[in-house]
């Protein structure tokens, strides 16, 4: 057993050396990659390491083939009498596993040929179903065990083509998005389009929305630098976009066009709150998105406008109808259509589902009629712009499934249509000091992931 560990010493040294004085790579692209990598390598050694020290343990493994069934899997893997039936019970009432799938696994855990554990993984999910036994054979704990994961930044060059959606899938997508480095299952093909439309959203739809015409503005010659980040799941080894940390659109014709990170807490709106959020602005701090998007859904179709007299479809006599309405299917998303704090979320009279959302600068906004509530929020939640907060329904006074919009200032109504344009607040004082102090640090990083080639923008007179 000593030497075994002696061993096991000498190797975790070696590793650790290889990791500190290794030689400094090339980062021609994706300067994340190694590093990663021994991440990786670190993890799983730690893994072989724990079932070697676990002198005692045998994990007996079976997986689904054609026809097959959990009860077969459960007896492939010696698990008999009671702790069978309490398995299926388990597994199929209480955890939800009620059928299982070619490729799915179980792994019966034996400490001392005493059943402790019986995990069972459905194939394309990330995490596991785990019931633990007890001295007495009886389950004690069961719960779907999330599988691990860890975000990651990487640096990718977009050369613009004919698309940005072609230029992401060209050189956007990263090497290891699904376990074989390929598009080979349905599930990778699934996975890798939602990786690009995910990313191209972030960049066309939301970053750049009111910098970039992306139909009229875009030559083939232009370059979007990205630093973005990703999520990375060892166990089921796949990869999925989380979110773009800062990007420059470097136009071929001249001219540059930033998204510069800056988390900060939300102060104005949740006091003391202890939400971090990510906002993009320009250089000199002035925010890149307006105060409120247009719509509060997708793609709503205006079926009453701000009145301040109007007839009303129920009611049927004249009544001001202070707000927007858009028609759209049951179910639609509803977004928020600025960062604010959740001040009422219920049934309303007239109303019926409504939230209302405090923002920034005296602003409130509510969403009438919602047929449910996203689940997750409650009255105080910090919601971001574009969250859904909600679904379209007909609760209330309503003829139809839509969304009744409307937003106060200072407590009296405005029209919606009128007040969209104000823009975000830029960064002043405190704020814009460390912003200042933290752009050359991004920049000499985001530089060293990218080959140190990253463009500034020209010089402008101040
Ligand atoms: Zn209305």
């Known amino acids: 057993m000593r030497s075994r560990i002696l061993l096991i010493s000498i190797f975790l040294l070696a590793l650790g050396a290889t990791f500190l004085f ?75 596993w009620t059928s299982v799938r070619v490729g799915d696994t179980l792994e019966a855990i034996y400490a001392r040929d005493t059943l ?8 394309n999910r990330r995490g596991y179903f785990s019931i633990v036994f007890g001295d007495s054979a ?9 599988e ?26 990263p090497p290891d998005l699904t376990p074989t480095g390929h598009i080979v299952t349905a599930r990778d093909s699934i996975r890798e389009v939602a ?7 972030q960049l066309a739809n939301r970053l750049f929305v009111y910098d970039i015409d992306f139909y ?35 136009f071929a014709l001249g001219g540059m066009t930033e998204a510069i990170p800056f988390f900060h807490r939300p102060d104005s709106l949740a006091p003391g709150g202890t939400v971090v959020i990510l906002d993009h602005y320009h250089r000199d701090g002035a925010s890149l998105r307006t105060m409120f998007i247009k719509m509060p859904v997708p793609f709503g179709r205006v079926s009453s ?18 707000g927007i309405d858009y028609a759209a299917p049951m179910g639609t998303e509803i977004y928020a259509v600025g960062d604010g704090i959740i001040t009422f979320r219920g049934w309303s009279g007239g109303y ?3 939230v209302r959302v405090r923002h920034a600068n005296g602003y409130e906004t509510g969403y009438g009629h919602m047929s449910s509530f996203a689940s997750g929020q409650e009255v105080g939640s910090y919601v971001r712009q574009g969250d859904v907060i909600g679904f379209i329904g007909t609760t209330g006074l309503s003829t139809g499934p839509h969304v009744h919009f409307e937003m106060k200032l200072n407590g009296e109504y405005v029209n919606p249509a009128t007040e969209i344009l104000p823009p975000a607040n830029p960064l002043e004082d405190q704020q814009l000091e460390l912003f200042r102090l933290q752009l050359p640090v991004l920049e000499s990083t985001w530089g060293r992931m990218t080959g140190g080639s990253l463009p500034a923008p020209p010089p402008e007179d101040e």
């Open 22 to 96: 290794r030689k400094p790579h090339s980062a021609a692209s994706g300067g994340a990659w190694h590093f990663q990598r021994q991440l990786e390598a670190l993890s799983m050694f730690t893994d072989s390491l724990n079932a070697i020290l676990a002198d005692t343990l045998e994990i007996r493994t079976a997986s689904v083939g054609e026809g097959g069934t959990l009860g077969a899997l459960l007896f492939e893997t010696g698990i008999e009498g009671s702790r069978y039936l309490s398995c299926c019970d388990l597994f199929i009432d209480s955890l939800g």
């Open 352 to 354: 019926g589902n409504i």
């Open 116 to 123: 402790c554990e019986v995990r069972g993984r459905p194939r």
């Open 216 to 250: 009229y503005d875009v030559q083939p010659g232009d370059s979007v630098w990205v630093l973005l980040e990703e999520v990375r799941y060892p166990g089921s080894m796949e990869t999925s976009f989380s979110r773009i940390v800062a990007a420059k659109y470097d």
């Open 148 to 173: 691990e994961n860890y975000r990651r930044l990487r640096a990718v060059t977009l050369a613009v083509t004919s698309t940005v959606w072609e230029s992401i899938d060209d050189s956007g997508v």
């Open 195 to 201: 990786y690009i439309k995910n990313f191209e959203d």
């Open 305 to 322: 406008v701000y009145s301040d007299s109007r007839m009303h479809p129920v009611l049927g006599y004249t009544r001001a109808h202070r």
């Open 138 to 146: 009886r389950p004690v704990d069961w719960r779907w065990v999330p």
